[in-house]
């Protein structure tokens, strides 16, 4: 099959694409949008090889660069449980990515396939794959290379040049097919609809009028099928930034958690009102409330740390309504080192809830959630979901069916839950359905607790690969020197902590400082700059 996909025109587009060494990074392959063809042809081979491997069960591959300026364009693999593809396969990702022309890419395609054990020679290879793709214009021509490789692999492609969806929903519907039920989009939503009317009907709204900012991307697109039982419940819903504009420039969520200011074709937000913003591909989401259209820094946010608050405080009180007949719950919070010290001391002091750190990049928080019963896990940038195990769904079923309200309620809750990774739709709904069920709503929300001042800094350096990590990044073990700078810097300022690590996305160290006032933190920040550089 090889030499017949090698005629292929993508594949011959491969051999014009510059040879800068790839790495797949914290979330696939990304660059410019036009030197991505013979990528998106060698990752479709692989989504397929990975299909065969896993004998037959469905792979997924979507075509977006997240949050990232509209002329780049990227390429992630989704497994067959529906979560990031595999690590131990992110190396041969690189391999066949990095390979410098025909020859070398068979070798490398021949060095997987014997250390993988699959066997494409035989007669059964049955693979299908997932295609998605978000609303670059770059997005077409990769997904078309993308189907010539998967097709060259020998296994059957659903999708097309026109399959445009959220990137969690590609990831729903890998999951969803393997699991043998409903999977199209159509059960996507039929899913939250169901679910979130159950949960939002009934209750007071707590929000009067609800402003989504849709960074120009496909969740534009997708949303309106999710919001009958939003409107139904009393909430206005107006949708900005819906296509007209570029995507992701002065708009989405990226851009809001980064500034702390409005999206633009947003005003001022009052009592009452709320304002939510996706990234590029709908897997992202923060809120926020007030704001002022002079881009004053008055902007009140609601990252990904008050989502896991607001979450994880629900749940710990629908776990305490099950009572102790139902039994022990493992009950796990998961965050980054990014996560504001202000949230982690709520879960930790103010909930008595367990927290985990990890890594930076959802497929680091998701492994970590599985350890659990019941998980909440989210980025500070908005990225995150919650997982129930299937042990504990179980038991909520068992429970429901011998009368518990609570495990009713946390069976609606998980039938809005995205499991297969963070979901801006889903986590708009979840967030909604959960301000209507608790006291105090919105203000209630926003007050969780205070922001630690914190600053973060990006310092280009020769080599950002010198800098090794351990402890969920929180330290440096290489270079030694630098982190003993980094201590003495930290004992100087109050309420301080700060670390620094190489960035999984771009060529750069990042630096993250908090303290007791912003200066404090502004201060320690250019201070270990200054270190780095
Ligand atoms: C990717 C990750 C995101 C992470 C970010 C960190 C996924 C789907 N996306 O966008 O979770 O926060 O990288 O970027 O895992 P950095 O390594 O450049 O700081
Ligand atoms: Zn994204």
């Given at each position: 099959f090889f030499r017949e996909a090698m005629a292929s025109p993508a594949a011959a587009e491969t051999e014009r694409e510059s040879r800068r060494r790839l790495s797949y990074g914290t979330a696939g392959f990304r660059r410019?949008?036009?030197?991505l063809i013979g990528v998106a042809f060698r990752c479709g081979m692989l989504a397929a090889v990975r299909s065969i491997a896993l004998q037959g069960r469905a792979t997924g591959l979507v075509v977006t660069a997240s949050h990232?300026?509209?002329?780049d364009n990227g390429v992630k693999l989704v497994d067959g449980d529906g979560g990031m593809l595999h690590m131990s396969w992110e190396k041969h990702a690189e391999a066949i990515v990095s390979a410098q022309n025909a020859v070398d890419l068979e070798q490398a395609l021949l060095r997987i396939l014997a250390k993988e054990e699959?066997?494409?020679?035989?007669?059964e290879r049955a693979g299908t794959v997932l295609l998605a793709l978000d609303?670059?214009?770059?997005?077409p021509r990769l997904v078309s290379a993308a189907m010539a490789g998967i097709r060259a692999a020998g296994a059957a492609v659903v999708g097309?040049?026109?399959?445009?969806?959220t990137t969690p929903q590609l990831h729903w519907q890998v999951l969803a097919t393997n699991a043998g039920g409903p999977c199209e989009e159509k059960d996507y939503y039929d899913k939250l609809n169901r679910a979130c009317s159950s949960l939002l009907l009934?209750?007071?709204?707590?929000?009067s009028s609800l402003v989504v900012?849709?960074?120009?991307?496909?969740g534009a697109l997708k949303l309106p099928s999710v919001l009958p039982a939003v409107t139904a419940s009393g909430t206005a819903v107006t949708l900005a930034n819906?296509?007209?504009?570029?995507?992701?420039?002065?708009?989405g969520a990226d851009f809001v958690q980064k500034e702390r200011r409005l999206p633009m074709c947003v005003g001022a937000l009052a009592g009452g009102q709320l304002g939510a913003s996706f990234d590029g591909d709908a897997d992202r989401i923060v809120f926020f409330v007030g704001g002022s259209e002079s881009g004053g820094s008055d902007l009140d946010l609601l990252d990904g740390d008050k989502i896991l608050c607001l979450l994880a405080g629900h749940l710990k009180r629908c776990v305490e309504g099950?009572?102790?007949?139902f039994g022990p719950v493992a009950f796990g919070c998961i965050q980054t080192a990014y996560a504001n010290g202000s949230s982690t001391r709520y879960l930790e002091q103010g909930l008595g809830l367990e927290v985990v750190k990890t890594k930076t990049g959802v497929k680091h928080l998701h492994a970590a959630a599985l350890a659990f019963d019941l998980s909440v896990y989210f980025e500070a940038n908005g990225h995150g979901t919650m997982l129930f195990s299937p042990d504990f769904l179980r038991r909520l079923r068992e429970a429901k069916g011998s009368g518990s309200e609570w495990a009713g309620h946390l069976l609606e809750i998980s039938n809005v839950v995205n499991p297969a990774i963070g979901d801006a739709l889903s986590v708009l709904l979840l967030v909604l359905a959960v301000l209507s069920h608790e006291a105090g709503g919105l203000d209630t929300w926003r007050g969780l607790y205070a922001d630690a001042p914190s600053r973060m800094l990006k310092c280009v350096v020769?080599?950002?690969?010198a800098i090794k990590t351990t402890n969920a990044e929180q330290r440096?073990?290489?270079?030694a020197a630098l982190q003993a700078k980094v201590d003495d810097l930290v004992a100087g300022a109050e309420l301080a902590r700060a670390f620094v690590r190489p960035s999984g996305t771009e060529d750069v160290v990042r630096i993250y400082a908090e303290a007791r006032t912003q200066e404090q933190a502004d201060q320690l920040a250019t201070s270990i700059e200054r270190e780095v550089a």
């Open positions: 410019k949008g036009s030197k990232n300026p509209v002329e699959v066997n494409l020679m035989g007669g609303t670059r214009p770059t997005g097309s040049e026109d399959t445009l969806r009934g209750q007071d709204a707590a929000v900012d849709c960074a120009n991307g496909v819906t296509g007209g504009g570029t995507l992701n420039s002065l708009c099950l009572g102790g007949s020769p080599d950002r690969s440096m073990t290489q270079p």
